[in-house]
């Protein structure tokens, strides 16, 4: 299952190191256990941490731990936005340096 709001993917982090169990943080978040632990894996998957998490847009949480889901375009917006502007005007192309 998919926890739709980033801010609760933080909280989850965030009680997940300071070492709460699933249950208290599902209660806690107000979600399923299955939920918090799925959450737990893809953090662990990708190495995300809370202080790392706090610092990225909701976007970058999303495209994170659900890249198959993520829309195209968006990603695609989200990587433009990136983009320096003189290295777009000069090389369009540099686009694939942005690309996974």
Known sequence: ????EPVKVLEILRLTEDGYS???IAQSVKCGK?????????????????????KMTNDEIKLLLYPDSYDVYIYLVHIFNKMPE????????LLEDFLP
Not at 1 to 4: D, L
Not at 34 to 54: F, H, M, P, W
């Open 86 to 93: 003189s290295d777009f005007k000069t090389d369009p192309l």
């Open 22 to 24: 699933q249950r208290e």
């Open 1 to 4: 299952m998919r926890c739709a």
């Open 34 to 54: 299955s939920t918090v632990g799925e959450i737990q894996k893809r953090c662990r998957n990708c190495k995300l941490r809370y202080d790392v998490a706090e």
